[in-house]
């Protein structure tokens, strides 16, 4: 199977206003699009070339292709981040909200925590609600960073905090960015779907369903 640019999940104006069409055109049409086809240039004719983009994410940083590693990071990271929205998701499932509540007393309080990481992620990065070891964490990582190179994490949603992401919208205000966007457009429909699939494939099951 051979990389390619996957589609957004919504049209392109379904986020607007707190994540623009404008935005959007530039962020998937543009920045999206140039780690993708970088990455498709960068593997043609090497081993790559028809691996999954989770395996070639995790080979580029196990043998220190720092450059491959970064357009396929960013191109996994961007898929995940757009499915990390959402203009009509639920509350959480039953599941992920009794770890909220275990792990961080509340769901506006994780929000507090995600926010606040996102703000403090120094330059170009990502805010992550990852599962590890059955707990709920937030993390951030920098510039291409992820959860994936990452041993025992599992991303459960994400926000992008490089300036590509808010500067046509918000300019340099990025609180206002991430809280908007905290508040108003996460898939906690998705998240809950992610955390089924890695209790399912963990030991920490029993608890989340028990706790
Ligand atoms: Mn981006």
Same mark, same amino acid.
């Given at each position: 199977?051979?990389?390619?640019?996957?589609? *957004?999940?919504?049209? #392109?104006?379904?986020?607007?206003?707190?994540?623009?069409?404008?935005?959007?055109?530039?962020?998937?049409?543009? /920045? /999206?699009?140039?780690?993708?086809?970088?990455?498709?240039?960068?593997?043609?004719?090497?081993?790559?070339?028809?691996?999954?983009?989770?395996?070639?994410? @995790?080979?580029?940083?196990?043998?220190?292709? #720092?450059?491959?590693?970064?357009?396929?990071?960013?191109?996994?990271?961007?898929?995940?981040?757009?499915?990390?929205?959402?203009?009509?998701?639920?509350?959480?499932?039953? !599941?992920?909200?009794?770890?909220?509540?275990?792990?961080?007393?509340? @769901?506006?309080?994780?929000?507090?925590?995600?926010?606040?990481?996102?703000?403090?992620?120094?330059?170009?990065?990502?805010?992550?609600?990852? $599962?590890?070891?059955?707990?709920? @964490?937030?993390?951030?990582?920098?510039?291409?960073?992820?959860? *994936?190179?990452?041993?025992?994490?599992?991303?459960?949603?994400?926000?992008?905090?490089?300036? /590509?992401?808010?500067?046509?919208?918000? #300019?340099?205000?990025?609180?206002?960015? $991430? !809280?908007?966007?905290?508040?108003?457009?996460?898939?906690?429909?998705?998240?809950?779907?992610?955390?089924?699939?890695?209790?399912? #494939?963990?030991?920490?099951?029993?608890?989340?369903?028990?706790?």
């Amino acid at each position: 199977m051979a990389i390619s640019l996957s589609p *957004l999940p919504y049209a #392109q104006d379904a986020l607007a206003p707190v994540v623009s069409a404008r935005t959007m055109d530039f962020h998937y049409g543009k /920045h /999206h699009r140039g780690y993708v086809d970088k990455l498709i240039a960068q593997l043609s004719g090497t081993d790559l070339e028809h691996s999954n983009l989770e395996d070639i994410v @995790r080979s580029a940083w196990r043998s220190g292709n #720092q450059s491959t590693f970064n357009n396929a990071a960013q191109a996994w990271n961007h898929d995940f981040f757009w499915h990390s929205l959402s203009p009509d998701s639920g509350p959480p499932g039953t !599941e992920l909200e009794i770890l909220i509540n275990r792990d961080f007393g509340s @769901r506006p309080e994780l929000l507090k925590s995600l926010v606040d990481a996102a703000l403090a992620q120094f330059g170009s990065g990502w805010a992550w609600l990852v $599962v590890d070891g059955g707990h709920l @964490r937030i993390v951030t990582t920098s510039n291409a960073d992820c959860p *994936l190179v990452h041993e025992g994490q599992t991303a459960l949603l994400t926000i992008d905090v490089w300036e /590509h992401a808010y500067y046509l919208d918000y #300019q340099n205000d990025r609180k206002r960015y $991430v !809280e908007t966007l905290a508040a108003s457009l996460l898939n906690w429909d998705a998240a809950s779907a992610r955390l089924k699939l890695s209790a399912s #494939q963990h030991a920490y099951a029993s608890a989340a369903a028990g706790a």
